[in-house]
């Protein structure tokens, strides 16, 4: 089995101003420990984006931005840049987060374009995929998932993708308390390895790491974090609590 580095990351969302996210990181180094040496990602909101960066200088996290345009500057209206996005501190982004995808209409084709341009400035991807629970209980699981993968990563080889990391979502246990049972992520993970084998090469499948995310909590990341292709956790509501987070990142 290959080893892979295992990532915790955390999402806060539209939450914390900048006192906020200050206090967030000064909780989550204050006695850092990370017993599993697992690599640290936060992405706060883009008002915060500067600040989480400049503090976590020297520290063990990582930031990412929420999300980014395609385009490196131009007349969009409230939209952020990768190239602001690296200015501002960022080293990763998420693109494809189902909030993204149903709130605001991102499309296949939209997060193509995006990945293609965070690939351009050297961010690392954190690409979402995740079905909903009628695609779920209609067993289109798989197919949803490897046409969101075909879509969003369409035209990139394989050294294109190096580093790329995958975060499994299921849209119906994001912010619902529900979460997928280990043996159910662990059925998604192995088939997104699958494609990825298909598509690219053992080699990339076995390299490429794959979070889970979706109402991931203390109480139960030990036994998602236990199945054999689930890499690391893609953490919401508890990434904005440092003892929770913390906890997390110390999985058993």
Partial sequence: MTKRTPIIAGNWKMHNTLAESAALIEGLTKNFENKQNAEVIVAPSYT????????????????????VHWEDKGAFTSAVSPVQAKDAGATHTIIGHSERRSVFGDTDEILNKKVAAALRHGLTVIFCVGETLEEREANKTLSVIESQL?????????????????????????????????????????????????????????????????????????????????D?????????????????????
């Fill in 48 to 67: 915060s984006l500067a600040k989480v960066a400049e503090l976590c200088k020297g520290t063990a996290i990582q930031v990412a931005a929420q999300d």
């Fill in 150 to 230: 075909e879509g969003g990563l369409k035209g990139f080889s394989e050294a294109d993708l190096k580093g790329l990391i995958i975060a499994y979502e299921p849209v119906w246990a994001i912010g619902t308390g529900k979460t997928a049972t280990p043996e159910q992520a662990q059925e998604v993970h192995a088939a997104i390895r699958k494609y990825l084998s298909g598509k690219y090469s053992d080699a990339f499948a076995q390299a490429t790491r794959i979070l889970y995310g979706g109402s991931v909590k203390d109480s139960n990341v030990d036994e998602i974090m236990a199945k054999e292709d689930v």
């Fill in 232 to 252: 690391g956790a893609l953490v919401g509501g508890q990434s904005l609590i440092a003892e929770k987070f913390r906890r997390i990142i110390n999985f058993n």
